[in-house]
Each structure stands twice: as structure tokens, then as C-alpha cells.
């Protein structure tokens, strides 16, 4: 058996998975509520992280410590970034990164490694799951800053210095803490707006169908997880 810890930034992103959490244990640390569950073999446990690198961050290190999760599946929504990533699409991050903080800070000074590298056979059980869903999935650069970006210009400035496939807030920090942990970690995003003018509108008219969607594959890569 297998701990799995699952963290979401906003409820929406954990509601449908949390709704089937049976006879769970809600433990709260630091303002984080966690939620113990058996899903098939395994452990599960979620958490809403909230928005941002900080909330990510400060709540992955907590699960690893607390928990001792085998590994970490960060699930939700994102802007899609690619032209070839359309909406309600699946990216699975095979590279992380901040978008907002020069990489030369984190290359050339402690912790002297910029980007971060999901782990490979959960990448692998992501990608399985959407075949076997009929779900389109895309396996690229996830990049994450602390702001919701809506903006064309902003958005062609930052494909064009990191040629990601999807962009959020928090992924790259889960990332960067797992990393550091040595605790396998894959980002899998539902894709709910396209992060440019009409970004604000689509999400709003999009987030609950792409937290659904991303929810259901969470939880199918649990049961295949072993």
C-alpha cells in the first residue's frame, strides 16, 4: 500500500475528489485541513493548498513531514499555453518552473537547480489513465507564478522565454518542494481558459467541468498506483 498525497489550490479543484473520500480523518496543521482515506489499495491524502507558491509550498512540506506520502499528484486547473493544448485538454508536467523569478537565481545560488523534473512512471500512469478515458493529454512545461495571468501580451512575453503548455500558480513550488524532499511528484491540469484577453471569461464558464474532469483521472491514477 501506497500514501498518496493529492493537493488542489482551491476547493473546487478537491470537491469531487474529497466528496468520495469514505469514513475519512480531517486533521488540521498550520490553517491546511488534510483528509486520510483508503481509496482501492492505497492511502489517500488531500489537501486545498490555496493559491499561490507560498500556500503550495508550505503545505507540500507539511504533507511530506506529517504524512510520509510516497509520492504527490498536484490536480486542478490551468491556462493553456501551447497552441496545440485546446480546452477542457489534460497537460502532465514533465518539467516545472516559476515563470515569475529569474532562473539564473535559482540556477547559480542555492538550490542550484531550476527546473524540476516530475517523476516518470507517474507520468506514464497519468497518460495511461487518459487513454483509457478517450481524454486528449499533452506532456509538457508546467510554469507557475503568483499572478492569474489574462493578458495576450503577457502571455506571448512568457511563451517566448519558456515555451511552457500550461501556466497556474502553484505547480512549480509543489514541484520545487518535492524535489527537495526526493518525493516523486506530477502535475495533471484540466485546461479552463487559454491565459489570454478572454482567459477571466472562459475560466469562469469552464473551471467546474475542468475540476471534474481532472478529478476523475486523479483518482483513476490512485488505483493504479501500486
Not at 524540476?116 to 486528449?136: F, H, N, P, R
Not at 484577453?197 to 475542468?210: I, K, L, N, P
Amino acid at each position: 500500500m501506497k500514501t498518496i498525497g493529492i493537493i488542489g489550490a482551491m476547493p473546487s479543484e478537491l470537491k469531487d475528489i474529497q466528496g468520495i473520500q469514505e469514513n475519512a480523518v480531517s486533521t488540521e496543521i498550520a490553517g491546511f485541513t488534510f483528509v486520510e482515506s483508503k481509496h482501492g489499495a492505497n492511502q489517500i491524502v488531500t489537501a486545498c493548498c490555496g493559491v499561490g507558491k507560498v500556500n503550495a509550498a508550505v503545505c507540500t512540506q507539511i504533507m511530506i513531514d506529517r504524512f510520509h506520502v510516497d509520492c504527490i499528484i498536484n490536480t486542478g486547473i490551468a491556462g493553456g499555453m501551447n497552441p496545440a493544448v485546446k480546452l477542457l485538454e489534460i497537460v502532465i508536467s514533465d518539467i516545472v518552473l516559476p515563470h515569475d523569478l529569474d532562473r539564473h537565481f535559482l540556477a547559480d545560488y542555492p538550490p542550484f537547480h531550476a527546473e524540476y523534473e516530475a517523476d516518470a512512471e507517474l507520468q506514464a500512469i497519468a497518460k495511461k489513465v487518459c487513454e483509457e478515458m478517450d481524454i486528449v493529454c499533452h506532456s509538457g512545461k508546467i510554469v507557475s507564478g503568483d499572478a492569474f495571468v489574462t493578458d495576450t501580451a503577457l502571455k506571448a512575453k512568457i511563451t517566448e522565454a519558456h515555451h511552457p503548455y500550461a501556466i497556474d500558480m502553484e505547480t512549480a513550488a509543489i514541484g520545487q518542494c518535492a524535489w527537495r524532499n526526493k518525493t516523486p511528484f506530477v502535475s495533471v491540469r484540466c485546461i479552463s481558459d487559454l491565459a489570454d484577453d478572454d482567459g477571466a471569461m472562459s475560466f469562469d464558464e469552464f473551471e467546474v467541468q475542468a475540476a471534474k474532469r481532472v478529478a476523475q483521472i486523479v483518482m483513476r491514477m490512485c488505483e493504479k498506483e501500486a
